[in-house]
């Protein structure tokens, strides 16, 4: 039950791009609001962007901002990350995280470490490295 599998990582050189998917299987997608969380070697988990369930709001960390766009395709029960100009800061396990939303809550709040997701990915690791 809400099992999530994330894909498309890889080892590229700074200015690479590359497009991270997460699947759903035994359920849809279309009642969750995905978000793609990233953790680098000692450092915390952090939100780097999401979607609500709609499609109709995204949130982006300004780390990310201009670089990443998330889309999500109903008919594939898939949600994308599209990473363009990778920098080596962009090093992390990427994982993606569904939560079952309501309309109610704003996608800014549930980017966060502290918003509680029902279920998540394995991680996919993305190396940015000349």
């Known amino acids: 039950q809400l099992q999530l599998v994330e894909s498309g990582g890889g080892l590229v050189q700074p200015g690479g791009s590359l497009r991270l998917s997460c699947a759903a299987s035994g359920f849809t997608l279309d009642y969750y609001a995905i978000g793609w969380f990233r953790q680098a070697p000692g450092k915390e988990r952090e939100g780097v962007s999401c979607?609500?369930?709609?499609?109709?709001?995204?949130y982006y960390a300004d780390s990310v901002k201009g670089r990443f766009t998330i889309s999500r395709d109903r008919a594939k029960n898939t949600v994308y990350l599209q990473i363009n100009n990778l920098k080596p800061e962009d090093t992390a396990v990427y994982y993606c995280g569904a939560a079952r939303d309501f309309g109610i809550t704003a996608i800014q709040a549930m980017c966060v470490l502290t918003y509680e997701y029902d279920g998540w990915g394995q991680g996919t690791q993305v190396t940015v490295s000349s």
């Open positions: 979607i609500s369930s709609s499609a109709g709001s995204t």
